[in-house]
T-cell receptor, first 111, second 115 residues
Framework: GQQVMQIPQYQHVQEGEDFTTYCNSS?????IQWYKQRPGGHPVFLIQ?????EVKKQKRLTFQFGEAKKNSSLHITATQTTDVGTYFCAGSIQGAQKLVFGQGTRLTINP | DTGVSQNPRHKITKRGQNVTFRCDPI?????LYWYRQTLGQGPEFLTYFQNEAQLEKSRLLSDRFSAERPKGSFSTLEIQRTEQGDSAMYLC?????????????FGAGSRLTVL
C-alpha cells in the first residue's frame, strides 16, 4: 500500500539555525500537504502543493514538491521557539480520497 | 462555528469494555475522517465518510471497530471489546472537498487508555 516516509525523525537545533525535513512517497502523489502539531495539540494544516516542482513560501517556511511528485521538503529559515512541534507531510494518490501521513519530524529548539 | 468538536476528550476503560467517541464536524463540511495516532507516530487513517456514506475503511481496522455518520452530520466511532493495543488518540477531521483540494481540519482528539 501507499507509504509516506519522513526523515529525520527528530531534529534539535539552536534558535536561529535552519531546519529541513524531507518526505518521500512510495507512489506518485496527486498532491501533498504539510501539517504542524504542537506538543499536546492536534495537526494543523500549513499548506498544499499540487504541481510538479512547485515551491511555496510562508514567511520563513519554504515548501517544495519534487518533479516526480514523489518527494517534498519543508525548510525553515532562522528557527524561532514558536516553530517547536512535529511537522507531518501527508499525501494522496490520484483517485484516492484519504491522506496518508508520514511519521513526522519532531523539532525542538534550544533558545 | 467553533471547529471540529470531539467528545469525550479522555476515556479510561478496562480491557473488554466497549467505548464510543463522538465527532461534530464543521457544519458546511461534507467529508469526515477518523484517524488514530499513537505516541511518536503520524495519524493513521481509519475510515472516512462523504455525507452519510462510509466510502473507505482501512484494512488495518478490525471488526471490533465501527463508525457511523447518520444524516451526514455528527459521527460516532465505537470500539467493542477493547484491547490494550487500542490505547491511542482518536482524531476526527472534516473537510469540504472540491476538485484538487481536500484540506483537513482536525479536532482536539479523544484519548483512549485501556487498562
Amino acid at each position: 500500500g501507499q507509504q509516506v516516509m519522513q526523515i529525520p525523525q527528530y531534529q534539535h537545533v539552536q534558535e536561529g539555525e535552519d531546519f529541513t525535513t524531507y518526505c518521500n512517497s512510495s507512489t506518485t502523489l496527486s498532491n501533498i500537504q504539510w501539517y504542524k502539531q504542537r506538543p499536546g495539540g492536534h495537526p494543523v494544516f500549513l499548506i498544499q502543493l499540487v504541481k510538479s516542482g512547485e515551491v511555496k513560501k510562508q514567511k520563513r517556511l519554504t515548501f517544495q514538491f519534487g518533479e516526480a511528485k514523489k518527494n517534498s521538503s519543508l525548510h525553515i529559515t532562522a528557527t524561532q521557539t514558536t516553530d517547536v512541534g512535529t511537522y507531518f507531510c501527508a499525501g494522496s494518490i490520484q483517485g484516492a480520497q484519504k491522506l496518508v501521513f508520514g511519521q513526522g519530524t519532531r523539532l525542538t529548539i534550544n533558545p | 462555528d467553533t471547529g471540529v468538536s470531539q467528545n469525550p476528550r479522555h476515556k479510561i476503560t478496562k480491557r473488554g469494555q466497549n467505548v464510543t467517541f463522538r465527532c461534530d464536524p464543521i457544519s458546511e463540511h461534507n467529508r469526515l475522517y477518523w484517524y488514530r495516532q499513537t505516541l511518536g507516530q503520524g495519524p493513521e487513517f481509519l475510515t472516512y465518510f462523504q455525507n452519510e456514506a462510509q466510502l473507505e475503511k482501512s484494512r488495518l481496522l478490525s471488526d471490533r471497530f465501527s463508525a457511523e455518520r447518520p444524516k451526514g452530520s455528527f459521527s460516532t466511532l465505537e470500539i467493542q471489546r477493547t484491547e490494550q493495543g487500542d490505547s491511542a488518540m482518536y482524531l476526527c477531521a472534516s473537510s469540504f472537498w472540491v476538485s484538487g483540494a481536500n484540506v483537513l481540519t482536525f479536532g482536539a482528539g479523544s484519548r483512549l487508555t485501556v487498562l
